[in-house]
Nanobody, 120 residues
């Protein structure tokens, strides 16, 4: 019933940009904080950004200044604008619908992921 569908991944050269999209259904989108996770080969899955239902954003230190999360409640869609891509940004990026408890984002629903590859 709940479905999160990511799109926009691909192969980009270092320094390039991508915009990831995640279309949600089966949830009351506007009530959920939304997040983006990523998992690089051999690495733990990490939360790179999340945005509250009221539009407050948070970023992992590794992506601050380069990534921007946004949401369009009218379209039930959350975005991740990725800029100044580095090879270490290579990962599968996962959309997530969650909740915020005591200032911490907690995951509830997951998308299938979209691959971002950074290579020259």
């Amino acid at each position: 019933q709940v479905q999160l569908v990511e799109s926009g991944g691909g192969l980009v050269q270092p320094g390039g940009s991508l915009r990831l999209s995640c279309a949600a259904s089966g949830i009351i989108f506007s009530l959920h904080p939304m997040g983006w996770y990523r998992q690089a080969p051999g690495k733990e899955r990490e939360l790179v950004a999340h945005i509250t239902s009221s539009g407050i954003t948070n970023y992992a230190d590794s992506v601050k200044g380069r990534f921007t999360i946004s949401r369009d409640n009218a379209k039930d869609t959350v975005y991740l604008q990725i800029g100044s891509l580095k090879p270490e940004d290579r990962a599968v990026y996962y959309c997530n619908a969650g909740r915020v408890q005591r200032g911490r984002y907690e995951s509830l629903y997951w998308g299938q992921g979209t691959q971002v590859t950074v290579s020259s």
